[in-house]
């Protein structure tokens, strides 16, 4: 019988699943501090904010997946950035999830704000369910190694 | 879980002061509330009949709407100067493609790149589907050496029904 306590303290599975989750949010969201008018544009096209907020969800949301991927991998502040990271995830999956029922296929705005390809709102639920399962796996490992800095937790 | 929330709130105020920092430095910078239409549809493209290959790209009333936000952005009337007068979109200059100088083309174009150099994002446009002077102004500026121009096909129609900044009069604001 397998020690189940153990996947949750395993060093190496907690490394892995918070540099995987860290990474995938910094290279996320590069384009998108780079070029936020066209980031606005595809969040206005998901049709669930209000026009006025538009602008500044396009604006803070990419230096939030940013500094809380850096955070992440680094350690210190490292609690609070999986989940504000799962958080995130949670609610992309709310707004892939409405879209779908809406029968719309959206522009992802997930890695890149440069092409008008649309993206098959099922497909993107799925890999947002599986980037979920990852991140809350990295916020409940209890392991405290290979941390460059340590923080109080 | 109190630190955990501590964390969560000092990151994200991180984020919101460096992205309003960068924001106000960067020439890419976008207004923090900004003007969106009101129509659902607006991610179409309207491409006129006439377009060939190699013409600027065609760009829908969401991105017409996206380079608005933008710094650096001029857009274009194409219209004569009496459509211009009754209605524009604001902030766009007049350059009517009806009327464009043709015996003095050289130095029109270089007293143009004065107000729209060449390097910056250029969005033309007209009346909307029944007009194709857009086009042929895009493609005009684009052989003067323009290399960002967008054309938006869809034009004044397009962007007064969604309820985007407009204004009248000879002047662009």
């Known amino acids: ?153 | 879980m109190t630190s955990r929330i501590l964390q969560a709130s000092i990151l994200i105020l991180l984020a919101v002061a460096t992205s309003l920092t960068v924001n106000s430095l960067s020439p890419a910078g976008i207004p923090l509330i900004g003007n969106w239409p009101s129509v659902s549809d607006s991610d179409s493209v309207a491409v006129p009949p006439s377009a060939e290959e190699g013409d600027p790209p065609f760009i829908s009333l969401d991105e017409a709407a996206a380079l608005y936000q933008k710094r650096e952005v001029i857009f274009i009337d194409a219209r004569n100067p009496e459509d211009y007068i009754y209605g524009h979109i604001r902030g766009a200059i007049n350059i009517p493609y009806d009327f464009l100088p043709v015996d003095r083309l050289e130095e029109f174009w270089r007293e143009t790149v004065q107000v729209a150099p060449k390097e910056n994002d250029i969005v033309t446009y007209c009346s909307g589907l029944e007009c194709e002077s857009s086009l042929h102004l895009g493609r005009e500026m684009a052989s003067q050496g323009y290399t960002k121009i967008h054309i938006f096909y869809g034009g004044w129609r397009e962007w007064e029904r969604a309820g985007l900044p407009v204004t009248k009069g000879n002047q662009p604001e």
């Open chain 1, 1 to 153: 019988m397998s020690d189940t306590r153990s996947i949750w303290h395993n060093d190496y599975l907690g490394l892995v699943s918070r540099l995987a989750v860290g990474l995938i949010f910094i290279y996320a969201s590069l384009d998108k501090i780079g070029d936020p008018a066209q980031f606005a544009r595809i969040i206005y096209n998901y049709h669930l904010l209000p026009g006025q907020f538009i602008n500044l969800a396009s604006l803070i949301m990419p230096w939030v997946e940013l500094i809380c991927g850096v955070a992440l991998i680094l350690g210190p502040g490292k609690d609070g950035a999986i989940l504000v990271l799962n958080a995130l995830v949670a609610v992309f999956i709310v707004a892939i999830a409405i879209n779908l029922v809406r029968g719309v296929d959206l522009e992802c705005g997930c890695f890149t704000v440069s092409s008008k390809a649309k993206s098959n709102a099922l497909n993107l639920l799925i890999r947002d369910v599986g980037l979920l399962a990852l991140g809350l796996y990295a916020m409940f490992n209890k392991a405290t190694r290979f941390f460059l800095f340590r923080y109080p937790a």
